[in-house]
């Protein structure tokens, strides 16, 4: 069993930076990990993922060149860096795990935390 905790959310400018960091409490080294995101009305979009060691990592088109993930894994923490935030990065991020190798399908991944908000003010 794998839980995850959110934190780093919050309300920011356009333009302005935030970091997530999502702390694991199980086998942290043994899973990719990922972050998702959720706007008011919309579906659930892969934001980024990370494999194990974190030797490879991918970003969504929306956000490649602004958004970095990172992981620690002596720490059992994954990180989102975003930066030049925009008004439509609003919404809830979720940070997740899964065992089969970093993917960017929402189905692949078993455990979810509950989310943390961010807020783009224009």
């Known amino acids: 069993q794998v839980q995850l905790v959110e934190s780093g959310g919050g309300l920011v400018q356009a333009g302005g930076s935030l970091r997530l960091s999502c702390v694991t409490a199980g086998p942290f080294s043994r899973y990719a990990m990922g972050w998702f995101r959720q706007a008011p009305g919309k579906e659930r979009e892969f934001v980024a993922t990370i494999n194990w060691s974190g030797s490879t990592s991918r970003c969504a088109d929306s956000v490649k060149g602004r958004f970095t993930i990172s992981r620690d894994n002596a720490k059992n923490t994954v990180y989102l860096q975003m930066n030049s935030l925009k008004p439509e990065d609003t919404a809830v991020y979720y940070c997740?795990?899964?065992?089969?190798?970093?993917?960017?399908?929402?189905?692949?991944?078993?455990?979810w935390g509950q989310g943390t908000q961010v807020t783009v003010s224009s």
């Open positions: 997740t795990a899964t065992a089969r190798g970093a993917t960017i399908y929402m189905a692949d991944y078993d455990y």
